[in-house]
């Protein structure tokens, strides 16, 4: 099955103007559907149906967020219990159930817990998710941590991951071994980040470094933040794919995740991403 790409609701939604235009926009440049959050997709359920039901009228299929707490990373941080978690999750799982989503990507557990209670907490939140959900290594999350993930992996087997390694590097300021938990990634957010970034701009667009450069004074110093964490990535992303991932967001946010440029630049960076990934990873 050939890898199927996604882009996100974050930051492209604002350059359409809405999520019916930027639908519009996902199946004109051959994307295979959209990745959102259920707060994305609607204030109440009618309206997060209508949106399901006009990617579907597009041929666009969906892939929808999940959040146990701190949901879509909006306003303060608030503390919460692993009960707390288990119940909003349970929440938002019975609200996805009507959308008939081809993935469910999960930012669940707060990486303040100890690992004892992260355990556990994952164990009790892979017996409510779906069987085509996975678990975001996002920052602020217990697998956030690399080190910390692959024990959780270790002492919890039926975990799924969406693998978002650019969170890594900038936990750990550094890029590190993690081929062995690629045969546990269903999802890929292809985002290419450095130790020091999330996200760096349009890393395989030639015309990118070209503005970087005026901005910054000369190629070298792209050059030494492009292609070490380029390479890396690419290379990581070859082993989930090898292992059975078929699917990836192309997740390039807006500000303060990019450097440079407005809404128009992410969604042509966001498209050129794409181009990139399709032609190094065809069937």
Not at 264 to 272: F, H, P, S
Request: aromatic share 10%; net charge negative; hydrophobic share 40%.
């Amino acid at each position: 099955m050939a890898l199927r790409v996604f882009a996100s609701a974050w930051g492209n939604a604002t350059h359409w103007g809405s999520l019916r235009r930027l639908m519009d926009g996902l199946k004109f440049k051959g994307f295979a559907g959209l990745e959102a959050s259920l707060a994305d997709l609607g204030d109440d359920a009618d309206a997060r149906r209508d949106v399901a039901q006009q990617a579907r009228d597009r041929g666009l299929e969906l892939i929808v967020g999940l959040y146990s707490h701190w949901t879509d990373y909006e306003g303060t941080w608030a503390a919460a219990s692993p009960a707390e978690h288990l119940d909003q999750l349970r929440r938002q799982v019975d609200a996805s159930g009507a959308l008939d989503a081809t993935h469910i990507n999960v930012h669940a557990g707060c990486d303040s817990w100890p690992e004892d209670v992260s355990t556990r907490f994952y164990e009790d939140a892979q017996a409510i998710v779906p069987a085509n959900a996975s678990f975001e290594t996002h920052r602020g999350r217990p697998l956030g941590h690399a080190f910390q993930c692959k024990r959780i992996l270790d002492a919890v087997p039926g975990l799924r991951l969406t693998a978002d390694p650019s969170h890594w590097h900038v936990v750990h300021e550094r890029f590190l071994d993690m081929d062995a938990v690629a045969g546990r990634v269903d999802h890929v957010h292809a985002r290419v980040g450095n130790e020091e970034r999330p996200q760096l701009a349009a890393p395989f667009d030639d015309a990118s470094p070209r503005r970087v450069e005026r901005a910054t004074g000369g190629p070298r110093w792209w050059d030494m933040l492009r292609w070490p964490a380029t390479d890396w990535h690419v290379a990581f992303w070859r082993k989930c794919w090898d292992a059975g991932a078929r699917t990836a967001c192309v997740e390039y946010g807006p500000a303060p995740y990019q450097l440079t440029g407005d809404f128009r630049d992410l969604w042509l960076q966001n498209c050129a991403a794409k181009e990139h990934l399709e032609k190094s990873f065809a069937a």
